[in-house]
């Protein structure tokens, strides 16, 4: 994969939504395995000197201790992505994080979209979790905490080559009524065109959990 020069910026906002941090291998249509390594905390601040809307990447530990929540204002380095074409969020490797200011709204445990704090990450393994519609992600989900936009890796050519994308999933109640899942996507293989993920799997990852869990 194409690597890029990595640079050490320094950050501060407001957090907008806090998600895992989750990681699709896909191979053909019948392999789809997930995974979580830590969280992305989207904020809307300065990075790197600049105005903007961005996302950050802190590990399972930092979000243990600094227990960060929507609203909460932050501060901290991060360093830019090695991989940009693999990685969601602008910046990963995150250190000396601070919470200038704690909101004290924590959110709503009782409707959709969950906007309190998110669990551990053995939570969201277990639960496993279905394609949510992009638009949905972009729109009303983006505050959920069930809701993520994985680091998606394709096994195009075995071997030898890969693709890379991001996709947007939902740990999420499977009655909550906002979710919708979207267009089936599409798997390519060398010289084999592409096969379409329906939903099927969804089924078999949240095969552990009824209907409001
Ligand atoms: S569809 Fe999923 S991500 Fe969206 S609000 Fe419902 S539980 Fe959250």
Sequence with gaps: M?????EKINFSGVIR?????????RYKL????HSTTGYNVFLIG??????????VAISEKQ?????????????????????????????????????ILATKDLGEETASPWKDEVPPLSVYNWRGCRMLDTRSYKGKCFTCKW???????????WGVSQKF???SFCYGPKNCKLYKMGKPRAVP?????????EGWMDEMCTERRGDDE
């Design 189 to 197: 293989y060398k010289d084999c065109g592409s096969d379409y993920d």
């Design 165 to 167: 994308r991001f996709e």
């Design 63 to 99: 979000q243990e201790k600094m227990r960060f929540h929507i609203g909460d204002e932050i501060s901290g380095t991060a360093w830019t992505k090695k991989y940009a074409k693999w990685e969601y969020a602008d910046y990963y490797r995150a250190g000396s994080l601070k919470k």
């Design 17 to 25: 939504s806090v998600q895992p941090r989750s990681n699709v291998w």
């Design 147 to 157: 809701a993520c936009m994985a680091n998606v890796t394709i096994e195009y050519n």
């Design 46 to 55: 300065t990075a790197n000197g600049t105005e903007c809307e961005f996302a």
């Design 30 to 33: 019948y392999n789809r395995t």
């Design 2 to 6: 194409e690597t890029q020069i990595q």
